[in-house]
């Protein structure tokens, strides 16, 4: 009698668990425009598609705006002819059922949709740009005008002009420099008075492929030893996928602290210096150098001149030897050479303009211009000269590895550049 008892209370514990909402954060959902794009004139359309890392399940989709929860919930979101107001932030999760309730993954990241009254819009690329790229920004205007004449701008100074119908920008080999807020001005004729747009502000992007590092020294941890520290070499890796390996090395003072890793931290004793980190991927041929960092009391025979590390692998010069005394070791001085300006040859223009916002029967004739003033560019070219600095490896340590190690702090550069593989 007692086993019937107990099967049947075995057998209405399921019926007591009360459901509830857990979220899988292993499970990713992410956002993606596959029609339209992020900027769009009101009464344009776009469409948005959410996906869920883990296909093997079905799982149903909700979306949001911002903090709002929008009343779609299929795989695909649509703004059929937006309104302005429908601008914002727009990102999705994923949920199913369960025995045990809803399941919920994390939210996606969001997907920005700008939706412009006026009748000018600057088309940037949606997403970062390289340095070295050649991007292409376009300036739409509303309606099928014919061009006479497209102005782009940077921080309101002219930095291109063009004739005709083209409306395409193109800026070759792109630095960090570029980055920064752009717009447009677009001009045509009609009924005898020339019409003038300007669009919104857009922020152009541009990054480097591998940032400056930042070492950090962390000395209390659970998986950190009593006397042992942990070196973690932080940066940012903005290649195309897939992308080339990384190799991480560590200094002590300028001597290398074991062999090459693919991991971006190390376990080392807790020995008083300064410390650095370099970080490579050779396949790009590409090198970056932290700052130095001390631990503990660093003495004055420790506290040496840190060998020049290049930012930027351009041509290395020879090694030039001191003519006054042949017993010293070959002078390392790194060298910049600047080139003249070159100077843009447009001109200040008076332009009529309209003041932005929702378009009438057509566009309004005046509205304030930005700053035209004559672009200047400016190139930069440096020439860093070898280090003289001895690399030599702790005693104890292993050889060096993949012919790497010989030429840490100048052996690195090539001089074509960056490699491309993209």
């Known amino acids: 009698m007692n086993a019937v008892i107990s099967l049947l209370v075995l057998s209405t514990l399921p019926l007591l668990v009360v459901p509830v909402a857990t979220s899988v954060d292993s499970v990713k959902a992410a956002v993606e425009i596959v029609s339209g794009d992020p900027r769009i004139f009101s009464g344009e359309s776009v469409r948005l598609k959410c996906s869920v890392s883990d296909v093997r399940s079905t799982w149903d989709y909700l979306w949001f705006r911002g903090s709002e929860k929008l009343p779609q919930q299929g795989e695909h979101l649509l703004l059929w002819r937006a309104h302005v107001k429908q601008s914002g932030n727009y990102y999705c999760q994923g949920v199913r059922d369960s025995a045990v309730g809803d399941i919920y993954t994390s939210k996606s990241l969001p997907v920005e949709i700008n939706v412009d009254g006026g009748w000018a819009i600057l088309q940037v690329p949606p997403t970062l740009s390289l340095v070295g790229d050649t991007l292409v920004v376009t300036c739409r205007v509303r309606g099928t005008s014919q061009l006479r004449e497209v102005i782009l701008y940077k921080e309101g100074i002219e930095v291109m002009r063009q004739k005709g119908l083209n409306p395409h920008f193109t800026l070759t080999n792109v630095t960090v420099a570029d980055q920064g807020m752009y717009s447009c001005r677009a001009s045509w004729d009609i009924e005898r008075r020339t019409r003038s747009v300007i669009s919104v502000d857009t922020l152009l992007q541009v990054v480097e492929v591998l940032s400056e590092p930042v070492l950090e020294i962390v000395t209390v941890g659970d998986l950190i030893p009593a006397n042992m520290m942990r070196l973690n070499c932080h940066h940012q890796y903005n290649a195309p996928a897939p992308k080339p390996p990384v190799h991480y090395y560590f200094f002590r003072n300028n001597l290398k602290l074991g062999m090459a890793t693919s991991e971006n931290h190390d376990l080392v004793k807790r020995t008083p210096g300064q410390y650095t980190c370099k970080i490579r991927v050779p396949v790009l041929g590409l090198v970056r150098w932290s700052q130095p960092k001390s631990f503990g009391q660093v003495t004055e025979l420790q506290m040496t001149k840190p060998p020049v590390h290049p930012r930027d692998p351009w041509t290395r010069a020879p090694v030039i030897s001191s003519p006054s005394d042949p017993s010293l070791p070959p002078a390392s001085e790194p060298t910049a050479a600047l080139l003249p300006p070159h100077q843009s040859t447009a001109t200040p223009t008076v332009i009529q303009t309209t003041e ?67």
């Open 356 to 422: 932005a916002g929702t378009p009438s029967s057509g566009p309004p004739s005046s509205q304030p211009a930005p700053r035209t003033v004559p672009s200047t560019a400016q190139s930069l070219n440096k020439t860093t000269l070898p280090e003289t600095d001895d690399i030599t490896e702790q005693s104890g340590d292993t050889p060096e590895d993949d012919g790497d190690v010989s030429g840490d702090m100048s052996g690195d550069m090539s001089g074509d550049g960056p490699k491309r593989f993209w």
